[in-house]
């Protein structure tokens, strides 16, 4: 019964040449004190065949992390790096792997993945090296995906026929108030043929 919906919903939306179109469900969402989450649907339509990425992030700000060391049998938190401008959410769908989709220095550049984020540093420890700003950062990963704002693994990005996608996008309870930005990339041959920001 969705899918029909859905069709009938996306054959509204005219498809020009070049163009891309995306829409969300609910694209204002009521965040008080009852807000116990939100699914979304993000559906759209290409003129062009190809695959579709799509990138959610939250409002950016300034985030810090602690490495935690075992002391005389206590856990204590030590160094601390913080990170500028790291995204408050960070949810990426794909229709396939986005390592087979596009190159390593056009995913690093768009930064798609939270591997590629590209965050600047703020304050870290004085003589840190690269292996121990690695594991910072992968700890700022663990502690977003622990609390669902950054996911764990691509969402599917569902195509339906040449023209139609579709994806369910996950707002926990615990997101931050303000504006999210939604990126949409159409992708053939290994280069993006148009991105849609909204």
């Not at 600047?120 to 700003?133: C, F, H, L, N, Y």
């Amino acid at each position: 019964a969705i899918l029909p919906f859905l069709i009938a919903l996306l054959a509204a939306i005219p498809a020009k040449a070049d163009d891309l179109d995306v829409d969300l469900s609910k694209p204002d969402v009521r965040l008080d004190v009852s807000f116990a989450g939100s699914e979304l649907l993000l559906f759209g339509a290409k003129d062009l065949l190809g695959d579709v990425i799509v990138v959610v992030r939250g409002p950016e700000k300034d985030t810090s992390i602690r490495l935690q060391e075992r002391v005389a049998g206590i856990w204590v938190a030590t160094d601390e790096v913080i990170f500028d401008g790291a995204p408050s959410y960070y949810a990426l769908a794909s229709s396939r792997p986005v390592e087979e989709l596009l190159p390593a220095d056009v995913l690093a550049a768009e930064k798609i993945g939270t591997e590629r984020l590209g965050l600047g540093i703020v304050a870290k420890p004085e003589g840190a090296d690269a292996d121990t700003m690695k594991a910072f950062y992968a700890g700022l990963i663990r502690n977003m995906v622990r609390k669902n704002l950054y996911t764990a693994e691509t969402g599917k990005i569902d195509l339906v026929g040449k023209q139609l996608f579709r994806t369910d996008l996950w707002f926990p309870a615990n997101v931050s108030v303000g504006d999210y930005i939604v990126d949409t990339y159409l992708v053939t041959d290994g280069k993006i043929e148009n991105k849609k920001t909204t």
